[in-house]
Every structure is written in C-alpha cells, then in structure tokens.
C-alpha cells in the first residue's frame, strides 16, 4: 500500500482556549497529508484544476483517539485505501513525532469532477500515478 507521511508542529491558532487542538483541524491536517501525497507521486492540484479536473470530498471522517496540543510535533501518514472509476479513497493516523499512541485517524472520499462539477472518469495518467 502506497503512503506518505509529513510532520506537522501545531500552531497555536489551531488550539482552543485550553491548548488543544481543535477538532475540525484535523480534516486541514488530512488535506495536507493528502496534497504532498499526491504531490510525491507527481500529481498536482493545481495543475489537473487548470486541466478543468477537480477531486472533491464526498465524504469526511474522524475519530479522535488522544489529544493533540499546542506545540505538538505530529506525523501525518496518509494511505491510499481504494481507487474506482470516478472515486478515490485515502486514509489518515496521526500521531506524535517519535511515538506510537494514534492520536487520531480518518478517511475522506474523493469523487472526481469535470468543469460541470459532474462525475468523470479519473484520468488514465493520475490512475496511473496512484496504483
């Protein structure tokens, strides 16, 4: 199975008043795992947008395992779990730098889009790039 991980430190506007980080942060640290995954494999946002292709989150979940706080050093691994015609699915844990204890882990569904913001086919390059 294919995966990447990034190391994120937590900054202090992604806490809430106790330090902690706050929930929806971790569907922007999925995103980031998700963007330098696809980036290491050559794949970029940018440029299959500009090709009038997008990848949209269908569907987002979390499960919060442990606290993250302010200061934290976390790993962002980020998987490939499943790839369809018009779809991909990736997984996420994150943990601390250095340890073992999943601080939490997630799934987020990607349909892919055409200019009309309907499904297509993935491209043959980017399918490619992915198994």
Not at 31 to 43: K, P, S, Y
Not at 100 to 125: F, H
């Amino acid at each position: 199975m294919k995966y990447n991980e990034i190391n994120v430190r937590v900054r202090y506007q992604e806490t809430d008043q106790m330090g902690v980080v706050y929930y929806s942060n971790y569907f922007v640290y999925f995103e980031m795992g998700r963007i330098e995954f696809l980036r290491n494999l050559g794949i970029s946002y940018a440029e299959i947008e500009k090709e009038n292709i997008f990848l949209a989150v269908v569907e987002a979940h979390c499960k919060y395992r442990a606290p993250a706080m302010f200061d934290d050093l976390l790993v962002i691994k980020t998987c490939l779990s499943k790839i369809k015609c018009a779809r991909i699915e990736f997984c996420y844990e994150i943990r601390r730098i250095n340890e073992d204890k999943l601080i939490a882990e997630g799934s987020t569904l990607l349909a892919c889009l055409d200019i009309n913001r309907k499904p297509t086919a993935i491209p043959e390059r980017i399918k490619k790039a992915l198994t």
